[in-house]
């Protein structure tokens, strides 16, 4: 498993959740890493990335409310989601992208961690 995710779980409106993901093996080079999220029967949304650098980025749902950091040294990527609202609700997944050379990236996915916000 190149990525593992970690943290969801059930939260009230209002309150707050963090996300882990750590990076194993090729995946440890990556040069971006994000967070996504699904809901059943729509597409794949992207949340928010971060650059190696440390640089954010932040859809327009989340800005605000999110904050995404990264720790290089333990190869980990950590999302604070505060403010949940119950269309927040989704399987969140990890990403991971590693410039190999030739204009060309390999992409890497974490298993999901579902998040759920009940009114």
């Known amino acids: 498993v190149q990525l593992q995710a970690f943290g969801g779980g059930l939260v009230q409106v209002g309150g707050s959740l963090r996300l882990s993901c750590a990076a194993a093996g090729s995946a440890r080079g990556f040069n971006v890493m994000g967070w996504y999220r699904q809901v059943p029967g729509k597409s794949r949304e992207w949340v928010a990335a971060?650059?190696?650098?440390?640089?954010?980025s932040y859809g327009s749902s989340v800005k605000g409310r999110f904050s995404i950091s990264i720790d290089v040294a333990k190869y980990t990527m950590y999302l604070q989601m505060n403010s949940l609202k119950v269309e927040d609700t989704a399987v969140h997944y990890c990403?991971?992208?590693?410039?190999?050379?030739?204009?060309?990236?390999?992409?890497?996915w974490g298993q999901g961690t579902q998040v759920t916000v009940s009114s």
């Open positions: 971060i650059t190696r650098g440390g640089t954010p």
């Open positions: 990403n991971a992208e590693r410039r190999i050379g030739g204009g060309h990236t390999a992409g890497y």
